[in-house]
């Protein structure tokens, strides 16, 4: 072989190793339809593997309502779930089959509603939630799905509206509270809880 002929091949089997990976890393979408469950699993109907691809699920106008990724079965990935004009309205993190990292909301008119962290389907972490003009409503942590710490709450004009400590989910010390125009209204003091 001459080195223009052998040029010619290395090209061929160079377009074919990329036309495979580019196959191979297709990803499978199909209508929520067309799954069942089984055993807590997802699987395209009949078939006897676990469903990895991508569910969907559309409004009556054909535009896309929810985007599913699945892997092995169980749901994997960021879920996008849209609003009837295409705006995201969802975006939420899984690991086989549980939230697992950021899950946002959004407004109809694109603004973020809520922005939480979870850790194996539970809220972990800095929590934040917005008025729809975009103002921050209120944040803080959650820790097992239980407010914990330093919560802030704010009038849609932003100015701070209460702020105090949570344990447990039960507001303990001191708690301020503050009138829409940002001056001092009281304060009140909580006990920790003792359950039985």
Same mark, same amino acid.
Request: proline residues 2%; aromatic residues 14%.
């Given at each position: 072989?001459?080195?223009?002929?052998?040029?010619?091949?290395?090209? @061929?089997?160079?377009?074919?190793?990329? &036309?495979?990976?580019? &196959?191979?890393?297709?990803?499978?979408?199909?209508?929520?339809?067309?799954?069942?469950?089984? =055993?807590?699993?997802?699987?395209?109907?009949?078939?006897?593997?676990?469903?990895?691809?991508?569910?969907?699920?559309?409004?009556?106008?054909?535009?896309?309502?929810?985007?599913?990724?699945?892997?092995?079965?169980?749901?994997? !990935?960021?879920?996008?779930?849209?609003?009837?004009? #295409? $705006?995201?309205?969802?975006?939420?993190?899984?690991?086989?089959?549980?939230?697992? !990292?950021?899950?946002?909301?959004?407004?109809?008119?694109? @603004?973020?509603?809520?922005?939480?962290?979870?850790?194996?389907?539970?809220?972990?972490?800095?929590? $934040?939630? %917005?008025?729809?003009? !975009?103002?921050?409503?209120?944040?803080?942590?959650?820790?097992?799905?239980?407010?914990?710490?330093? %919560?802030?709450?704010?009038?849609?004009? #932003?100015?701070?509206?209460?702020? #105090?400590?949570?344990?447990?989910? =039960? $507001?303990? #010390?001191?708690?301020?509270?503050? @009138?829409?125009?940002?001056?001092?209204?009281?304060?009140?003091?909580?006990?920790?809880?003792?359950?039985?």
């Amino acid at each position: 072989m001459n080195i223009k002929s052998l040029s010619h091949y290395a090209k @061929n089997i160079i377009s074919i190793i990329v &036309l495979a990976i580019v &196959l191979i890393s297709a990803t499978v979408e199909v209508d929520v339809s067309r799954l069942e469950s089984r =055993d807590e699993l997802t699987y395209i109907k009949g078939a006897q593997e676990p469903f990895t691809g991508i569910a969907l699920m559309k409004y009556n106008n054909d535009k896309v309502f929810m985007k599913t990724p699945y892997k092995e079965g169980l749901i994997s !990935g960021t879920e996008h779930v849209y609003y009837p004009d #295409g $705006k995201l309205q969802t975006s939420s993190e899984y690991l086989k089959g549980k939230y697992q !990292g950021l899950l946002k909301h959004y407004y109809a008119n694109g @603004n973020i509603k809520s922005e939480e962290m979870y850790e194996h389907d539970y809220k972990y972490g800095e929590s $934040k939630y %917005w008025y729809e003009n !975009g103002t921050l409503e209120k944040q803080g942590v959650y820790s097992d799905c239980k407010e914990e710490g330093i %919560w802030r709450e704010y009038y849609s004009n #932003g100015n701070l509206k209460s702020e #105090g400590k949570y344990s447990d989910a =039960d $507001k303990v #010390g001191k708690w301020n509270y503050y @009138n829409e125009d940002g001056s001092f209204e009281k304060s009140e003091s909580f006990k920790i809880s003792v359950g039985f």
